[in-house]
């Protein structure tokens, strides 16, 4: 009986699997439709403009919509193209997704509040490059992606909302003020999620280096060679990225 009671919970967690991983591919294709989109470039012809300006508070706004519409991307990625993973992986992965649609929704709202919409700027997509280099390889991808240029998030962050509070010493016009304080509070939600994400993706790092016999630490750096990805920059969020499942040997620049 334990065993019938065991294969039927294993037939039910393939068919949930199997729904998640069918439902990411379907979102997938619905982003990648999306008719209005950035214009592609490399970080160094993204034009640089000051934030205490609509027109670059508006850019910098947009910006960060776009790593986070990467995300959702990314997350996505992560659910349909890697199979035989634990049934965890994708509902972690999928909640991922969700969180980052509702992060990339309230700077969509934002951006189009200020007179303009996603796409009316350039990016680059450094993220999904990364994304495209590790398609072939999950400890990779779970090593390079949430927990090396994701998490370089959690180190931005807080960066940017130091410029937004020093914005109101800066006889800015009200509105665009208000609009700080707002773009503020929407970091707020973001970086405590994000450090969520970067801990979904140490777990399962760190899940496949032990299944695979690989030593996390040394692995990693192994990896950050052969795919050319960006060291540790600081200053670093020391206590977001503890709490994300670093730990201190990892952590030193």
Known sequence: MSSEISNTDKDHNNANVLALREAAKAR???NAARPHQPQLVTHLEVP??????????AAMVHSIA?????????ALD????????????????????????????????LLQDLGYTYGDFTAHDGLWHMCEVTKGDIVARMALVPRTLEARGLD????????????????????????AKRMDAILDIILFEEIGHVAVGNHWYRWLCERDGFDAI???????LEFDAPRLKPPLNMAARLQAGFVAEELVV
């Open 48 to 57: 640089k403009r000051s934030i205490h300006t609509l027109l670059g508070f």
């Open 28 to 30: 997938t294709a619905t």
């Open 66 to 74: 776009h790593i986070e519409w990467n995300a959702i991307r990314l």
């Open 218 to 224: 040394a692995h990693y750096k192994k990896l950050a």
């Open 78 to 109: 992560a659910v349909w193209r890697f199979e035989g993973m634990p049934a965890n992986y994708y509902t972690d992965w999928m909640r991922v997704a969700d969180e980052e649609t509702k992060h990339f929704n309230l700077l969509e709202a």
């Open 156 to 179: 931005a962050t807080p960066l940017v909302q130091a410029k937004l509070k020093r914005m109101k010493l800066a006889g800015l016009d009200a509105a665009l003020l208000n609009d």
